[in-house]
């Protein structure tokens, strides 16, 4: 109890350090901005490569300003990450996106398969799999046509609490992606623990695709990989047709990107699915 007691001033600590560079006016307006629900979903259509089938859809967090301009993710969610905001934006990512995916069910008469994004940090809040298993019940969804993207770095964060997690959310049904694949520490051993059934390959490995042979061998070298643990592969950022076809030269299952769309407000769609 001791050494754990230890731990725990160690990690706020060093929670303190990292806040220490913080921009303290951007972390107080994040903090009304989740109590106000200011935020907006934004949902990126993903694609069967083949076939040019949608599948289904990311949903990307917005943050709209009085001025009409749009402040995006990759601004806030470090700080949300670095501060724990994460874990009350996550869950009010969760709630809406599932509240959401009930409504379209209701229009269009099916479950439209939607990926959210889980940073590793929502896995050291304990109830990450209570709100995940409560808000689909309540809005009576199918487990299995939600996935939630992680990246390797969340089985590098911890060892057993988050294992579990993943162990109960695989046996409710959940699935699993890959996010960022190759960007970080990869480790093929900690792949398997993920129960992940699509590995996401990271837009640094697709957006020169089509001039670099480099990349080319490093893409078909993943998919190689993937198929031989059993993984789909989906690329991120296509935007341009040649692209998408060596893509599928080279065995990739689906992709998204500029080429089909950007993310869109919820009204724009759902018009990709016809009535
Ligand atoms: P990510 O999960 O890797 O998401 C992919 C990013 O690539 C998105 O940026 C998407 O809009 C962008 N993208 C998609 N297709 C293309 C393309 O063809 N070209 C280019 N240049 N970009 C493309 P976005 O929406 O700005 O999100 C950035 C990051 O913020 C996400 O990276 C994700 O890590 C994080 N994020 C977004 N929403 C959430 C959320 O609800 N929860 C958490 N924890 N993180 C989120
Ligand atoms: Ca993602
Ligand atoms: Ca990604
Ligand atoms: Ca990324």
């Known amino acids: 109890a001791k050494a754990a007691g230890r731990n725990a001033v160690r990690h706020y600590r ?21 109590e106000n629900q200011e935020f907006e979903l934004y949902f990126q259509p993903k694609y069967q490569l083949k076939s040019g089938q949608i599948i289904g859809a990311e949903v990307l967090l917005r943050w709209p300003q009085a001025d009409g301009s749009i402040i995006p993710p990759d601004q806030f969610i470090p700080l949300a990450e670095r501060s724990g905001l994460i874990i009350e934006l996550g869950n009010w990512v969760i709630e809406r996106t599932f509240a959401q995916i009930a409504e379209w069910k209701q229009v269009i008469g099916q479950q439209i398969p939607v ?16 709100q995940l298993t409560e808000q689909a019940e309540k809005y009576h969804l199918d487990a299995d046509k939600i996935e939630l993207e992680l990246t390797e770095s969340l089985l590098l964060s ?9 162990d109960t959310l695989n046996e409710k049904g959940f ?28 837009r640094a490995f697709i957006c020169n695709l089509s001039t670099s042979e480099r990349d080319q061998s490093l893409v078909a070298a993943i998919v190689n990989m993937s198929r031989a643990l059993g993984l ?23 992709g998204q990107g500029y080429l089909w769309s950007p993310a869109l407000p919820v009204h724009n769609f759902i018009q990709l699915y016809p009535a």
């Open 14 to 34: 060093s929670d303190l350090i990292k806040l220490q560079n913080t921009n303290f006016s951007l972390l107080q307006q994040l903090r009304d901005a989740i």
């Open 175 to 202: 699935s699993f992606s890959i996010d960022d694949f190759g960007t970080g520490y990869s480790n093929l051993r900690h792949l398997q623990n993920f129960h992940a059934s699509v590995l996401k390959i990271d």
């Open 158 to 166: 911890d060892t057993f609490s988050v294992q579990k997690q993943l």
């Open 115 to 130: 990926a959210i994004n889980i940073s590793a940090i929502q896995f050291r809040d304990d109830n990450l799999v209570s």
């Open 232 to 254: 789909e592969t989906i690329a991120e950022g296509i935007e341009d047709e040649a692209t998408r076809e060596l893509l599928i030269s080279l065995g990739c299952d689906q």
